[in-house]
């Protein structure tokens, strides 16, 4: 059995690595999924900045970080307004660096969900506020912090997505051309930055336990699950300060997914769990996800 131990995928698994003395930024900190997410990088021992456009919703968040235990002496909350513009945007980064000093990572937790007409049928309208909003902002976050992780051993920037990234979802065509957009801005950007040393991580996410979504199945990956595997994946980085390369891409469609993503080289593109992962994406497809994931196990196939 010792020796089995010593093949890949064997034996103890190495704790999570830690990102103690490390500046992070979450942007869409408050939001459900990067609340989770900066969850996980305090209790991974990291300094997190989240920015907000208002006092309130920085405020509101601390106090559920603090009933949740976590390490609020190292959140650094930012007033600011990512959509405000190219110049609110650089200001924002400024600020940031003048409070908590360069980031070692950013998350771009941004945008969220939407679903209306099908696509031969959506107004031009709300096609152009969809898509322009969504990679408007995801644009400007880039523009502002990236320029901040370069020549920095083992930065990192991370875009949190969703399934509509990758799989069709009827009812969802503006936001998931956005998804889509947003996973190859990701693939490109990694492509420029990597000579800087800038290690780009796109995420492609199912539906995610939150603190609105409580009562999700167990076979749901949650939103500080994904944190884990982020932090311990960016503090591993950090800590070889080896060499960036393409974009990472991974799946968490289902818990399942969650050790294969930590696992996963830098560079590499991990696909969800076959057969849970399509029951997800049935789910998804017929728009009665929130009534399934309360039914038990997902198929196994």
């Known amino acids: ?18 990102l103690d003395g490390r500046t992070t930024v979450v942007c869409g900190g408050a939001g ?17 900045v989240v920015p907000s456009r208002g006092a309130e919703r920085l405020q509101q968040l601390e106090h559920r970080l603090t009933e949740a ?27 940031v660096q003048r409070l908590a000093g360069p980031p070692d ?28 909003d969504g990679l408007r902002s995801h644009h400007l976050a ?13 930065a990192g920037y991370v875009m949190i997505n969703g399934a509509a990234a990758r799989y069709p979802v009827p009812g969802s065509g503006a936001v998931s051309t956005v998804a889509a957009g947003e996973l190859m801005a990701a693939q490109v950007l990694a492509a420029e930055e990597s000579g800087f040393g800038v290690q780009v991580e796109a995420y492609v996410l199912g539906p995610v336990g939150t603190r609105s979504r ?25 800590a070889s300060g080896g060499p960036a390369g393409p974009a990472t891409v991974i799946e968490i469609l289902t818990s399942g997914d969650l050790q294969k993503g930590r696992d996963l080289p830098a560079g590499g593109v ?12 049935w789910g998804l497809q017929t728009g009665g996800i929130s009534r399934q994931v309360r039914r038990g196990a997902p198929p196994r196939g």
Do not use: K, N, Y
């Not at 890949?8 to 704790?15: C, L």
């Not at 459900?32 to 991974?44: D, F, K, P, R, W």
């Not at 880039?142 to 083992?154: E, Q, Y």
């Open 1 to 18: 059995m010792a020796l089995l131990d010593h093949l890949p995928g064997r034996g103890t698994p190495a704790p999570p690595a830690r």
């Open 32 to 48: 459900e999924v990067g609340e989770g997410i900066v969850i996980a990088l305090l209790a991974a021992g990291a300094r997190v």
């Open 69 to 95: 235990g976590a390490a609020v002496e190292r959140l650094v909350p930012v007033i600011g307004d990512l959509s405000g513009g190219d110049g609110a945007a650089r200001r924002l980064a400024a600020d």
């Open 105 to 132: 990572l950013v998350v771009a937790a941004l945008g969220g969900w939407d679903a209306g007409p099908p696509l031969a049928e959506l107004p031009l309208e709300d096609w152009e506020r969809t898509v322009h």
């Open 142 to 154: 880039m523009r502002a912090f990236v320029p901040l992780l370069r020549d920095r051993r083992g």
């Open 214 to 238: 409580a009562e999700s199945a167990p076979w749901m990956a949650t939103a500080v699950q994904v944190g884990e595997v982020l932090a311990d994946r960016a503090g591993r980085r950090l």
């Open 270 to 281: 991990r696909g969800a769990t076959a057969g849970r992962a399509g029951w997800v994406l």
